[in-house]
């Protein structure tokens, strides 16, 4: 099936008249997705936008529930659903990436966050694949296809003048059924994306394990200010912190995003910081990225999205981390 | 010999000789014309030091996560040095603590567009005002005509037309606090927004808590900001903070008269400190 | 032969979301720490659970803390809280019949089965001994599972030790129970004090409590020195690694493995904890 790029807005109008369609655009001066309405131009050439959709499922300001005290003085918990039907369209191979790496975190091991997983049911993803890459790209170091998202429910790809558009999901073919006023029979050759900025992931994440005391982790965080940037432009970055506000009795908890980049993020009421300096939480990041998860769910925590290579103050780059660790020498184990 | 070969084999010099135990300079960072702050301890590391006009970041702010090694040498332009000065001022580290390698500065680029960079255009003083050598000659800069030319920007906008401009600033930002973690006047051991105990500002993203964020940030570093521009550039959203430090800066400046932060080291306090039976008080 | 630790987690739906608890007893076990007992509001028990296993114990217009569930019994789940924070501090205002938030029970929890036939060191400093109370509770409700029992606590001043009556006057009365307590310093506020004077770790060594080849097990739970040095006199005594248990801490808000904090390289605290043995630790990342 093919979607004429000349069809394309009218179909966007159409879906935008039922749910909320999500679109990369920049709003005041912000590279973002945001809700489909008037003096909302979508823009499906820019390459990245510099927020991730990851608060599309996980705002950075979510609230769990509110509490009130009745006649007698006894509490009582409310929960919030403000999930919704969404579309999240024109969203980036690397990106879709990163939804399948907050899949499991919020849907696995054991619990289920009912947030993350009502706005998940109701996400219905339509992703585009790249024609150019931005200098910091290097999702293709990071396993990610620019050009093909498989996770994604419909994968329009650019063949000049059109989209070529597969369901890949139920949610997807149903999806797509009910667009076919605007869709033509038809194939065309998608167009590739050359991504020039390549690493070597290979032997990285092995050789991390013996790595925890490298002198890598001063020479690198050295330059780190501690800012929290590159953790909220991440999109698979997905610590939260839970806090309430509260007027007396009455108030409400929720939950948002927090940084581990931040002192305060692990400082305990007793005063023992168990990462109190920027060498514990740099190396706890990137080890995350690179090794921790690897370990527990069986993927990268890095898309190669490019985001924080881009927005880093001090110019703190994985990619010339990830090389790093690929030329360290590890020193053979003393023999016993 | 340039500049960027003076920094160099001085830095080598000043580390073999054990007069410094870091020095801070720039490297080239990955990408065409990228530079990334460089931090040293060993003279064979002298090599990979730059200079060039892409040189963005300030260094200041890095000598006190060093200083416990001992004595640290950094390269210094006009910025970097009044970050030095306020550093010294505001009693975070002393001037024996710090060599400082002046180079005269023609005014910064952005690596993309090869313009100049926006702090540098409105930059008054782009060569070192404390150092202890210079590498090479002061340079030449354009000196802006009207230091605050942005605030009256906002100060032609009407009541709504400006609580409008600053929701929409405060709707932008992220609460990376990147403007805090990269300026020398935030040197506080724990900032109040760190302070959960107290809970002075929320830890939702709203336009209410990041506005209470971002103006006591700048009314906290008021008469100590030394203009250097590091916080709108670092800022990921591009919000223009620098409208909001000069807005204070030129009410100070109405009120108890013409001065700029960070050009000598002294012991006076700050404006903002003092008080005298003359300082007019209409704003009470 | 090394312990085997249960990583199989406490499962359950809307993980996040606490019930409102009733508080029915409070003991003021020292000057900053306070044991509550709770229940939901209809007078059951909150939530079961295993000795060992944490819950997000808290008020809703203040915050919510994990503790280690202290003891319990059919009817109501117990926490003992120092004073420390902004929360516990509001927490020991609380008066008896007040309504609190209580989620849980999360975590892991102490591996009674595989300790089943072994002697057991129990070993805390100050508020250290809750979260191993919560084992050695279970070990005497079925004393006949378990051999010799020691416990080694120490806390720097008489006033902050905890559970004082069980101290002094139940547990020495346990069949085949042992007491050990001593102070790090001598307490003017209590010249009477006739036991020990001394740091756990050196007064450890002097009971001489050997690894009873692999037949003994050790229970931590303290400081961050008292976890250390403690570690070492037992490895220095012929302790196994695998037989060393601890319960560890990190600040948590979730509690079930999702907000990111309490991680040790790949591990959670909250989720694949907070009971880890030496051995165990010895192959993670650990910033602890």
Redesign the interface.
């Known amino acids: 099936m093919l979607l004429s790029k000349q069809n394309l807005m009218p179909l966007l109008n159409s879906l935008a008249s039922d749910v909320d369609v999500f679109v990369p655009t920049t709003i005041?001066?912000?590279k973002k997705f945001a809700r489909l309405a008037d003096g909302v131009e979508p823009d499906f050439d820019m390459i990245n936008t510099?927020?991730p959709p990851k608060d599309l499922l996980f705002p950075?300001?979510q609230k769990?529930?509110h509490?009130d005290v009745d006649k007698n003085g006894?509490?009582?918990?409310h929960?919030y659903d403000e999930s919704r039907e969404q579309i999240v369209f024109g969203i980036r191979p690397c990106d879709m990436r990163s939804i399948v790496c907050l899949d499991e975190?919020?849907l696995t091991?054991?619990?289920?966050?009912?947030?993350y997983a009502n706005a998940r049911e109701k996400l219905l993803t339509v992703s585009i694949g790249c024609t150019q890459a931005a200098?910091?790209c290097f999702c293709t170091s990071m396993g990610v296809d620019p050009i093909y998202a498989p996770n994604a429910d419909v994968m329009l790809q650019d063949t000049g003048d059109a989209y070529k558009v597969t369901a890949q999901t139920p949610k997807g073919e149903a999806a797509v059924s009910a667009w076919s006023e605007f869709l033509s029979d038809g194939d065309a050759e998608p167009v590739n994306c050359d991504v020039t900025?390549k690493v070597s992931m290979e032997g990285v994440v092995d050789k991390l394990e013996g790595m925890?005391d490298s002198p890598i982790w001063e020479n690198l965080s050295?330059?780190c200010?501690?800012?929290?940037?590159c953790?909220?432009?991440c999109p698979t970055c997905?610590?939260?912190?839970?806090?309430?506000?509260?007027r007396?009795?009455d108030?409400v908890?929720?939950?948002?995003?927090?940084?581990?980049m931040?002192?305060?993020?692990?400082?305990?009421?007793?005063g023992?910081n168990?990462?109190p300096e920027?060498l514990?939480r740099e190396r706890?990041r990137f080890?995350?990225k690179l090794?921790?998860?690897e370990?527990?769910y069986g993927m990268s925590l890095c898309v190669g999205c490019g985001r924080c290579v881009e927005?880093c103050?001090?110019?703190?780059?994985i990619?010339?981390l990830i090389d790093d660790i690929g030329s360290y020498e590890v020193a053979p184990a003393s023999a016993e | 010999m340039s500049a960027q070969e003076i920094i160099r084999a001085r830095a080598k010099e000043l580390l073999e000789s054990g007069e410094i135990a870091t020095f801070i300079g720039w490297e080239a960072g990955r990408f065409t014309n990228q530079t990334t702050p460089l931090v040293i301890t060993d003279a064979a590391d002298a090599g990979k030091l730059v200079f060039n006009e892409y040189c963005a970041n300030t260094l200041a702010k890095y000598v006190t996560d060093v200083l416990a090694r001992g004595k640290v040498g950094l390269v210094v332009r006009g910025c970097d040095s009044r970050a030095i000065v306020r550093l010294i001022n505001d009693k975070v580290i002393k001037r024996e603590d710090v060599y400082l390698v002046g180079v005269g500065c023609p005014g910064m680029k952005d690596r993309k567009t090869d313009e100049p960079l926006k702090k540098c255009t409105e930059c008054r003083h782009n060569n070192p005002l404390v150092f202890d050598e210079m590498a090479g000659e002061n340079a030449e800069k354009a000196v802006p005509e009207d230091r605050f030319a942005e605030v009256k920007e906002v100060e032609a906008m009407t009541a709504a037309e400006r609580t409008r401009y600053f929701e929409s600033i405060y709707a932008k930002c992220i609460r990376c606090y990147a403007c805090r973690d990269v300026c020398p006047c935030c040197t506080c051991r724990e900032c109040f927004v760190d302070q959960r105990r107290e809970n002075w500002v929320g830890k939702q993203n709203n336009v209410a808590e990041n506005r209470f964020y971002g103006l006591t940030r700048v009314m906290h570093i008021g008469d100590r900001c030394i203009e250097c521009g590091e916080c709108e550039r670092v800022c990921p959203m591009d919000l223009p903070l620098m409208k909001l430090n000069r807005k204070v800066i030129q009410d100070m400046n109405d009120l108890f008269g013409e001065f700029e932060s960070g050009l000598v080291i002294s012991a006076e306090p700050s404006v903002l400190t003092t008080y005298e039976l003359t300082d007019r008080e209409e704003f009470m | 032969m090394a312990i085997e630790i249960s990583h199989g987690c406490a499962k359950g739906e809307r993980p996040l979301i606490p019930q409102v608890c009733r508080v029915t007893e409070i003991t003021q076990e020292t000057p900053d720490v306070k044991s509550f007992r709770l229940v939901t509001l209809d007078g059951k028990k909150p939530f079961d659970c295993e000795p060992g296993q944490l819950g997000m114990f808290g008020l809703l217009s203040y915050g919510e803390c994990m503790f280690v569930v202290s003891a319990q019994s059919d009817e109501w789940v117990q926490f003992t809280v120092k004073k420390v924070g902004l929360v516990t501090e509001q927490l020991h205002n609380l008066s008896v019949g007040d309504e609190v938030s209580l989620r849980g029970p999360y975590g892991n929890w102490w591996p009674t089965e595989s300790c089943r036939g072994k002697d057991m060191l129990f070993i805390a400093g100050g508020i250290g001994l809750p979260p191993v109370r919560s084992f050695l509770l279970y070990c005497l409700e079925h004393r006949e599972d378990y051999g010799r029992i020691d416990l080694v606590y120490s806390g720097s001043k008489y006033d902050d030790l905890v559970f004082k009556e069980q101290l002094f006057d139940i547990w020495p009365n346990e069949p085949d129970m042992h007491v050990h307590v001593s102070l790090y310093h001598e307490d003017p506020k209590h010249p009477e004090w006739k036991g020990d004077i001394g740091y756990t770790a050196p007064y450890l060594e002097t009971l001489d409590l050997g690894p009873e080849d692999g037949n003994r097990v050790a229970v931590i739970c303290g400081g961050p020195s008292l976890s250390r040095t403690c570690r070492e006199s037992l490895l220095k005594a012929g302790f196994d690694e695998g037989n060393i248990l601890t319960t560890l801490e990190m600040r948590m808000k979730c509690g079930v493995g999702k907000c990111g904090r309490c991680n040790m390289g790949g591990h959670f605290i909250c989720l694949d904890g907070p009971i880890f043995s030496l051995a165990e630790i010895a192959t993670m990342h650990s910033d602890v």
């Open positions: 005041d001066g912000v510099t927020m950075q300001t769990m529930y509490f006894s509490y009582h918990i929960e975190v919020f091991k054991g619990f289920v966050d009912e947030f200098e910091t900025l925890y050295i330059k200010l501690n800012c929290g940037t953790t909220y432009v997905h610590c939260f912190d839970i806090s309430q506000e509260n007396k009795k108030g908890r929720f939950r948002c995003w927090d940084s581990c931040f002192s305060e993020y692990t400082a305990m009421a007793g023992h168990p990462r920027k514990e706890n080890m995350h090794n921790f998860f370990r527990r927005k103050p001090v110019a703190l780059d990619t010339r």
